[in-house]
């Protein structure tokens, strides 16, 4: 009988089928050498008693546990899901060399359940300051700090509060990007600039998830000093009221956008914004979306969050509320920024497939040694 191959168990608090961001990106190309389950957390249904569902991903499996609940959301502990780890074990059987991966450490128990030869727990977000966040993740966070074989961190103020709790077999993996993925959006711009469409307005643009880490009187207030400009906010709205998104006749919200279908939605765009409010929300961020503007070849505006500052105030412009974003766009309206030399140094440092196998060659040394490796600051 042939060798099993490695398997990977990943619990998420995002859904596979939300925004394609870090964990999605990630555990894609980890899973070409791994048999991979992603695990999501239980989900609100009409449903008359709990039932486990799966689906095939290219190479991942998704599954999730559907139970009957009215609350919009339930992380994995959740009393009505009481049967979720069972119901999980009984699907994936044993498996002698199985990686059981964390996004959300309010998964370690479900993850210790699973008897794991590794266990890795990449830190994307300070979870527990987000709205909504359950009293006992701070706990959860330490337990899982302590106990992982590997922790991953994805952004340098992140690193840095992990390093509080964790002296050793912490990495720093700042969030990537595929220069390639976006390279239409360039030649798609550079043709619409060939037309002289010059009667179009143009477009301050945001891509992303809009809740509370957006600044929403900026944007108002960014609206107002751009008349004459559409601000175009693509993405879902999650965990605010769309009642208190800030309405104007040159405010669009289009909605998601697949990720396939950025490049051309960035196109669309004459500079790229990154409105975000300087909260605990965002006090660790280390925002995907700096990397994709670039990499889509547009002049980037953003509040100062303090790892875009530290990383990336070589190549964005820095500014700090509504008018002074609306000033700087019309500066890069009239002369578009030149800094292509360092924008490819940056995206050639931070391409997925370079973060994605230096992680990969850490958890194989960690599981050959048994332990996470010294801690350090992993740019790759």
């Not at 069972?86 to 993850?111: Q, S």
């Not at 530290?310 to 890069?332: I, K, T």
Request: charged share 25%; aromatic share 6%.
């Amino acid at each position: 009988m042939s060798e099993q191959p490695p398997e990977m168990v990943v619990f998420s608090h995002l859904r596979w089928t939300f925004v394609w961001q870090r964990p999605q990106h990630l555990v894609s190309r980890l899973a070409r050498r791994r048999h991979t389950w992603f695990v999501e957390e239980p989900l609100p249904c009409d449903v008359a008693e709990p039932r486990l569902r799966q689906e095939r991903h290219g190479d991942v499996t998704r599954v999730w546990l559907e139970v009957p609940s009215d609350e919009t959301h339930l992380p994995f502990d959740h009393p009505a899901a009481a049967g979720y780890a069972d119901a999980l074990g009984e699907l994936l059987g044993d498996h002698p060399d199985r990686t059981v991966w964390l996004y959300t450490p309010m998964a370690l128990t479900m993850g210790r359940a699973l008897r794991p030869s590794a266990l890795v727990y990449d830190v994307m977000d300070d979870l527990a300051s987000f709205r909504g966040a359950p009293a006992a993740l701070v706990l959860r966070h330490r337990q899982a700090l302590r106990e992982a074989d590997v922790v991953f961190t994805g952004g340098r103020s992140l690193h840095h509060g992990v390093l509080q709790h964790r002296s050793s077999g912490a990495h720093l993996f700042a969030s990537g990007v595929e220069p390639e993925h976006y390279a239409p959006a360039r030649r798609l711009r550079r043709e619409r600039r060939a037309r002289l469409d010059v009667e179009r307005r143009p477009v301050a643009g945001y891509v992303g998830v809009i809740d509370e880490r957006v600044d929403l009187t900026l944007v108002a207030d960014l609206a107002a000093g751009l008349p004459d400009w559409e601000v175009r906010m693509v993405g879902p709205v999650a965990k605010i009221d769309s009642a208190t998104l800030p309405q104007a006749p040159n405010i669009s919200y289009p909605g998601p956008v697949a990720y396939q279908d950025l490049p051309a939605a960035m196109a669309g765009f004459d500079v790229a914004l990154m409105p975000f409010a300087l909260n605990e929300a965002t006090r660790c961020i280390s925002p995907t979306k700096t990397l994709e503007y670039l990499a889509a070849g547009l002049p980037v505006i953003s509040t100062r969050v303090p790892d875009v500052v530290a990383d990336h105030s070589g190549v964005v412009d820095l500014e700090d509320d509504g008018p002074a974003f609306a000033a700087a766009c019309r500066r890069f309206r009239r002369q578009p920024a030149s800094r292509e030399p360092a924008v490819r140094a940056v995206l050639a440092r931070h391409h997925w497939d370079t973060i994605a196998g230096r992680m990969d060659q850490l958890m194989e040394a960690s599981t050959a040694s048994g332990s996470g490796a010294g801690s350090r600051e992993d740019t790759a």
